[in-house]
């Protein structure tokens, strides 16, 4: 009985680790598709060029728009949306919200202006592309603001899920009409924390809140088809650097003009100008 009872539970043992779902893996190593999907291929970058970026701006949102680049930063008591030089990392314009319970997120520019989600505040900020020195508008958004783009004809919010939502604003209702509901995966599953983003080329790339990698999503069917791995990147540039542990990469701006990508990370004191291989 007691050798019957060691063989059950020697064999729970074993089914429990095969069925471990963790994240504790080399993810160097090849894995084979689990869901039909074909594992992200690694996306080739170049560093052109390195330039001061403000140490304190905890960025939640970045955007390049007609050669001004415009930042949404977070934190209590320190939200702003800002227009900065991207050379000297420079400050140029900056509109901080007063509310100190409001912690800001992502910002996209959308057919003129400026939208600035909140964490939890269940509201997104609107500005003029003209003035940022202030709201024009408050819209309501009944879930937590991450990251923000657009496709040009909708906007594009996640949530720190593995969803995307698009969404077209409705200005009688003050409110996000939600279009679209996009699940993002990858050969081992759902992706989730996904933050910040960036419409590049028809295709959402994403941060992915606590890791050093950026996602490049298929607006289509949500599968993940590219990873840019970013590991290092400050400390290769800014020896030495010291940073909190929450101050993970995040921020992505891409010039469609130029094709060139700006890449930075919270109260990171470099801002990265790249290019896609």
């Known amino acids: 009985m007691i050798n019957k009872l060691l063989f059950i539970a020697i064999l729970f043992l074993l089914i429990s680790c095969n069925n471990n779902s963790g994240s504790d893996y080399d993810s160097s190593l090849p894995v084979p598709k689990s869901n039909n999907i074909e594992a992200p291929a690694p996306i080739m970058f170049s560093v052109d060029a390195v330039y001061p970026h403000d140490p304190q701006a905890f960025t939640q949102g970045l955007e390049f728009y007609k050669g001004k680049l415009y930042e949404g930063t977070g ?143 298929d607006t289509s069917n949500g599968h993940v088809t590219g990873v840019l791995h970013l590991q290092g990147l400050l400390s290769q540039y800014d020896p030495g650097v010291k940073v909190s542990d929450g101050a993970v990469l995040n921020g992505i701006a891409y010039d469609s003009a130029t094709k060139k990508l700006y890449i930075t990370g919270k109260d990171w004191p470099k801002l990265f100008e790249m290019k896609l291989n």
Do not use: C
Request: a negative charge.
């Open 75 to 217: 934190e209590y008591k320190q939200s702003s949306l800002r227009i900065v030089d991207i050379k000297t990392g420079k400050v140029e314009k900056e509109y901080k919200i007063p509310d100190s319970s409001v912690f800001g997120e992502g910002i996209t520019i959308f057919k003129n202006k400026i939208y600035q989600l909140t964490w939890q505040s269940n509201k997104i900020f609107v500005y003029s592309l003209n003035d940022i020195t202030h709201p024009i508008s408050t819209f309501n958004w009944s879930r937590q603001g991450w990251g923000a783009t657009n496709d040009g004809n909708q906007i594009i919010i996640s949530d720190g899920s593995s969803k995307l939502f698009f969404v077209q604003p409705d200005e009688n209702r003050k409110e996000m009409k939600i279009n679209k509901i996009l699940t993002v995966v990858n050969n081992r599953g759902e992706v989730d924390s996904l933050n910040e983003l960036e419409l590049i080329d028809g295709s959402v790339y994403a941060n992915r809140w606590l890791t050093d990698d950026i996602e490049k999503i």
